[in-house]
């Protein structure tokens, strides 16, 4: 069975027309699902029953059913595991800083980048999400939300999986959202994540969306970057740069680099000067956040010491970065990666090794 959130606007007004449903009924269910964040059919009060009752009969409400929920010690995330109706597993954070309430989602059940680092790559391939199973993990925080006189205020696509390799998808998830006549969130406050998949930066640069870019970048030179993230044999540096820079000249944004910083790895003066040289003229911000071990990696997170260094070589050499403080690390947000909420930008912030 489809869920109701695969269908684009217009999906659904051909739907209810092949149901000799009045045109104004699509609008009526539109705005009860993603302004009024009804959760099932019989919440979409300004329908007749009988719809509601063949819409029920035909779609899926809830893909997701949560296995798992943590919070962290301080309150201040939450994550949930959920299982999607054929047992595959995928995860979804909401982290709460100051007046951010940010949801981290999936586009993916596991990856297939295999980042030698990273918990979801370890776990290898399982499948796409639909757009609609991207967009329920939103929905289900969204109405939480606004139980509790809340609301969202930013959306990052850096939950488990390569949303670049699942580009459609995403892209209806992120047109379903931005929608004006129903969820209406602003593309500026959602930010994609992705490995590095040069045509896919380019497809994206050519869509002139709104949406903020991030790169996971790791290290600024090929040998350790393929070491750390294989796609980079396809897609070495070089070319990543000249997708990037034709972003940043097409869009006129500003990119992210990500950096997990990996003692005695990417920490080293080399790796900022390298980056610096990659980086030069180009309009970007550097996220630097602590390493989070996983089971199939050795690696630890750099010491504080050496995270204030590699920021110091980077500003000396003109490039913003940020060091950015894991948060949630004692429920294991983030798909054991990325609870990489942003502190206040420029002030540091400490860096413990995992406490675990
Ligand atoms: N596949 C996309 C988005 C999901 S991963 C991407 O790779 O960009 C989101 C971010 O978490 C990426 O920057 C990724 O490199 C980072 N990450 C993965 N594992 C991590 C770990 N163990 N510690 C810190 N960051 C990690
Ligand atoms: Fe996939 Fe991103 Fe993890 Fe790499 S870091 S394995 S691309 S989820």
Same mark, same amino acid.
């Given at each position: 069975m489809r869920s109701i959130y695969d269908l684009s606007f217009n999906q659904l007004e051909a739907q209810l027309a092949a149901w000799d449903q009045p045109r104004y009924r699509a609008l009526q269910v539109w705005q009860s699902l993603y302004h009024d964040l009804a959760a099932a059919p019989e919440a979409i009060t300004t329908i007749p029953t009988r719809l509601r009752q063949r819409l029920a009969a035909e779609y899926r409400f809830a893909s997701l059913s949560r296995l798992v929920e943590a919070a962290s010690s301080d309150g201040q995330t939450r994550k949930y595991l959920f299982a999607l109706p054929d047992q595959h597993q995928i995860e979804a954070v909401l982290m709460g800083y100051a007046r951010r309430r940010t949801t981290c989602i999936s586009t993916q059940a596991g990856c297939a980048m295999g980042c030698v680092f990273c918990a979801t790559g370890q776990m290898g391939f399982r499948r796409h999400l639909s757009a609609g199973e991207i967009v329920e993990q939103v929905l289900v925080f969204a109405r939480e939300l606004k139980h509790a006189g809340d609301r969202l205020t930013n959306i990052v696509v850096m939950g488990m999986g390569e949303p670049f390799h699942n580009y459609e998808a995403t892209m209806a998830a992120v047109d379903l959202l931005n929608d004006p006549r129903g969820f209406n969130f602003g593309a500026r406050r959602i930010t994609i994540s992705t490995v590095g998949l040069v045509p896919m930066i380019d497809r994206f640069a050519a869509e002139k969306r709104q949406v903020n870019l991030a790169v996971s970048?790791? /290290?600024?030179t090929d040998e350790l970057r393929s070491e750390l993230l294989p796609i980079n044999k396809k897609y070495p540096l070089a070319p990543l740069f000249g997708a990037v820079r034709r972003y940043a000249g097409a869009t006129r944004r500003r990119v992210t680099f990500e950096w997990a910083l990996i003692q005695g790895q990417n920490d080293t003066p080399q790796q900022a000067r390298a980056l610096a040289t990659l980086a030069a003229g180009l309009p970007c911000h550097v996220n630097v956040i602590p390493l989070n071990p996983t089971r199939d990696y050795t690696g630890q997170a750099a010491t504080r010491e050496r995270a204030a260094a590699f920021q110091a070589a980077l500003a000396e050499r003109g490039i913003p970065c940020t060091i950015r403080v894991r948060r949630g690390l004692d429920i294991n947000?983030?798909?054991?990666?990325? /609870?990489t909420e942003a502190s206040h930008p420029g002030k540091r912030l400490p860096i413990r090794n995992d406490p675990r």
């Amino acid at each position: 069975m489809r869920s109701i959130y695969d269908l684009s606007f217009n999906q659904l007004e051909a739907q209810l027309a092949a149901w000799d449903q009045p045109r104004y009924r699509a609008l009526q269910v539109w705005q009860s699902l993603y302004h009024d964040l009804a959760a099932a059919p019989e919440a979409i009060t300004t329908i007749p029953t009988r719809l509601r009752q063949r819409l029920a009969a035909e779609y899926r409400f809830a893909s997701l059913s949560r296995l798992v929920e943590a919070a962290s010690s301080d309150g201040q995330t939450r994550k949930y595991l959920f299982a999607l109706p054929d047992q595959h597993q995928i995860e979804a954070v909401l982290m709460g800083y100051a007046r951010r309430r940010t949801t981290c989602i999936s586009t993916q059940a596991g990856c297939a980048m295999g980042c030698v680092f990273c918990a979801t790559g370890q776990m290898g391939f399982r499948r796409h999400l639909s757009a609609g199973e991207i967009v329920e993990q939103v929905l289900v925080f969204a109405r939480e939300l606004k139980h509790a006189g809340d609301r969202l205020t930013n959306i990052v696509v850096m939950g488990m999986g390569e949303p670049f390799h699942n580009y459609e998808a995403t892209m209806a998830a992120v047109d379903l959202l931005n929608d004006p006549r129903g969820f209406n969130f602003g593309a500026r406050r959602i930010t994609i994540s992705t490995v590095g998949l040069v045509p896919m930066i380019d497809r994206f640069a050519a869509e002139k969306r709104q949406v903020n870019l991030a790169v996971s970048l790791h /290290a600024a030179t090929d040998e350790l970057r393929s070491e750390l993230l294989p796609i980079n044999k396809k897609y070495p540096l070089a070319p990543l740069f000249g997708a990037v820079r034709r972003y940043a000249g097409a869009t006129r944004r500003r990119v992210t680099f990500e950096w997990a910083l990996i003692q005695g790895q990417n920490d080293t003066p080399q790796q900022a000067r390298a980056l610096a040289t990659l980086a030069a003229g180009l309009p970007c911000h550097v996220n630097v956040i602590p390493l989070n071990p996983t089971r199939d990696y050795t690696g630890q997170a750099a010491t504080r010491e050496r995270a204030a260094a590699f920021q110091a070589a980077l500003a000396e050499r003109g490039i913003p970065c940020t060091i950015r403080v894991r948060r949630g690390l004692d429920i294991n947000a983030g798909c054991g990666q990325l /609870a990489t909420e942003a502190s206040h930008p420029g002030k540091r912030l400490p860096i413990r090794n995992d406490p675990r």
